[in-house]
């Protein structure tokens, strides 16, 4: 019989309302089980871990991706596949951030939830929940995982993790996959879409995670009238490694002498810059505008297609790896686990 370990962090999926304050509370695990009698109808063994304390995927923090990474690891030969049980608000954040911690990964990884609580009539829970587990689960006729991806399974669609943001606080379909498209579609029939769907190296080392994700980094996201102060205020910050620089379209900026000046002044400091657009689909390429160009002649590093979640992530990975600064700035602009179509342009 396939297995799968079923690991609860919390979110909608399973809060109840709290009668003294009117808003949503995570609840015990238990009570989902009971909500979803189909899991145990499945063929499919599944096991449980929750979350102590369980949290609102507003309050996660790297820490929490180390569990969940460690959870993944402690268990890795005993399980076919893995759900996580996970908030939406940050999920696409998680996604990413486990797609760099769980290395040599052949076994899927699918992170899920819900708009509206699992005991609440119309809840999009349990048909999320249910068809994680059977693709977590799913292997080909030689016996490998169809999926060997960490995904996110929402409302009829598999997408790739790190490609993925919450784009509606309203909509069961709350999920994007602006630039590469979804690795299954839950019909009838769930409908892989083999040709995207990542091949697993077969001459890889043996599974393992990495734990250490670096803090020391800060966002910049431009707009018309941005001021000095604003910039150098994250820019000059002493203790930060790494900055994800949000810019225009292609990838552009403004070409004012005193924003260049603070930009190069953080490169030759040290400092790694990653340039990702403010735009949802597309990449950035500093080699169609002047304004693009003067950033990438400065040593600022194009970061391609890739999500906002993804960059902020990838540059915590690569930074907790103490790597030298050359070899994180190479690593950031080409893809290590699918994240970006194209490297650096
Ligand atoms: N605030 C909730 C969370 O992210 C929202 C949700 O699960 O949909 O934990």
Redesign the pocket.
Known sequence: MNSVLLIYT????G?KTNPATGT?APFNFDQIEAEVPELKKFGIKVDTITFSPL????NITPAEWVRMALAIKENYDKYDGFVVL??????SYSASALSFMLQNLDKPVILT???IPIGVPRTDGKENLITSVEIAAAKRNDEKAIVPEVCIYFENHLFRGNRTSKYSADHFN?FRSYNYPPLAEAGIDIKYNIPYIRAVDPFRPHFDVVTEMSENIAVLRLYPGISKASVDSILGNPDIEGVILETYGSGNAPMFDWFLDSVREAVERGVIILNITQCSVGTVNMGIYDTGRALGAIGVVGGGDMTFETAVTKMMYLLGKSLDKEEVKKQLSIPLRGEMTHGQM
């Open positions: 919390g979110g909608t999926i809060m949503l949290i609102d995927s507003s996970h908030g939406t608000d940050t999920m939830g819900s708009q709350a």
